[in-house]
Nanobody, 126 residues
């Protein structure tokens, strides 16, 4: 069982930056593929980014590529999403997700992740 707790959301002006964090409880955290998803009001949850078990592989949605960076610290059981050049369309609840995987295969669908956090709100004002 894995528990995920996000933090770091908030209100930021367009063009600004924010970093959200995810703390994981898994004993074998380094064996998990970690992902970030987001859900805006009235929309389906969508993929943002994911990172392989050792951090060697990352993958991003086209909408955030070049602006967002996902990283992880296996010694601290933490995953981060650094968000730069934020725009109002980035406003959403951001969720951390985990999938047990020893490979570097990237996964982008919500159904492929077994564990989810409660989410943290990110609001970008224009």
């Amino acid at each position: 069982q894995v528990q995920l707790v996000e933090s770091g959301g908030g209100l930021v002006q367009a063009g600004g930056s924010l970093r959200v964090s995810c703390a994981a409880s898994a004993r074998t955290f380094s064996m998990y593929l970690m992902g970030w998803f987001r859900q805006a009001p009235g929309k389906e949850r969508e993929f943002v980014a994911c990172i392989s078990w050792n951090g060697g592989s990352t993958y991003y949605a086209n909408s955030v590529k070049g602006r967002f960076t996902i990283s992880r610290d296996n010694a601290k059981n933490m995953v981060y999403l650094q968000m730069n050049s934020l725009q109002p369309e980035d406003t959403a609840v951001y969720y951390c997700a985990a999938r047990f995987s020893g490979s570097s295969y990237m996964r982008t669908s919500t159904g492929e992740y077994a564990y989810w956090g409660q989410g943290t709100q990110v609001t970008v004002s224009s």
